[in-house]
């Protein structure tokens, strides 16, 4: 499969616990953007990475977020303290370059108990 | 600011059109993205405009006036399996992130 790829597809956790995501874009895909969706919502961007500068985040994420892509490949988002109002799908996505299509993977759907 | 609207819930028989419509105000524009996204599921892409027409692609069409600000999906022959989430998406600059509309859940009936 040469799609975006994210790990784990579903996570449950307790408040108050940290949990981290994994994405694996498309096979030399140099962007890298996570989404985050809510029941009813379109996704909401989070943050993007030109290969593994991030060049960008939203407001949305707070300092309990902490996105990474050392490498220029796989790219990890770490929650920290989890609350209740973080359960959602977190999408991430990829492009080739600049202005490209961006094709999304699968997600992982986080509830926080 | 970015603001994209879109109806959030239509209905339609199945063999129907239906037209889905977007309107967008951004401080830029770099074009516009339709994607489709089952329940659980990733969006997959369905059609990008960047200039001002129609754009054909099978069962699916999707419009853009970038003067009005405007977008639409049309879907013909509906079929049972294209009840789903359509979102409208905006590139309001080239190279960034893309803005989503809530997206609008069509529910296709026999």
């Known amino acids: 499969d040469t799609g975006v790829s994210q790990d784990p597809r579903h996570k449950i956790t307790k408040r108050g616990q940290n949990v981290t995501f994994r994405c694996d874009p498309i096979s030399e895909h140099n962007r890298l953007y996570w989404y985050r969706q809510t029941l009813g919502q379109g996704p909401e961007f989070l943050t993007y990475f030109q290969n593994e500068a991030q060049l960008e985040k939203s407001r949305l994420l707070s300092d309990r977020f902490s996105a990474e892509r050392p490498k220029g490949s796989f790219s990890t988002l770490e929650i920290q303290r989890t609350e209740q109002g973080d359960s959602a799908m977190y999408l991430c996505?990829?492009?080739?370059?600049?202005?490209?299509?961006?094709?999304f993977g699968a997600g992982t759907r986080l509830s926080v108990l | 600011g970015q603001n994209i609207d879109q109806p959030t819930e239509m209905t339609a028989t199945e063999g129907a059109i239906v037209q889905i419509n977007c309107t967008y105000q951004t401080s830029g524009f770099n074009g516009l993205f339709w994607y489709q996204q089952h329940a659980g599921e990733a969006p997959t892409f369905l059609s990008y405009n960047v200039l001002d027409g129609l754009e054909e692609k099978g069962r699916f069409s999707s419009f853009l006036s970038r003067s009005k600000g405007y977008s639409y999906l049309l879907l013909k022959e509906l079929q049972m399996k294209d009840s789903a989430s359509y979102l409208c998406a905006v590139s309001h600059e080239a190279g960034t992130a893309l803005i989503f509309g809530k997206g609008t859940t069509l529910s296709v009936s026999s």
């Open positions: 996505a990829s492009s080739l370059e600049t202005g490209s299509l961006p094709y």
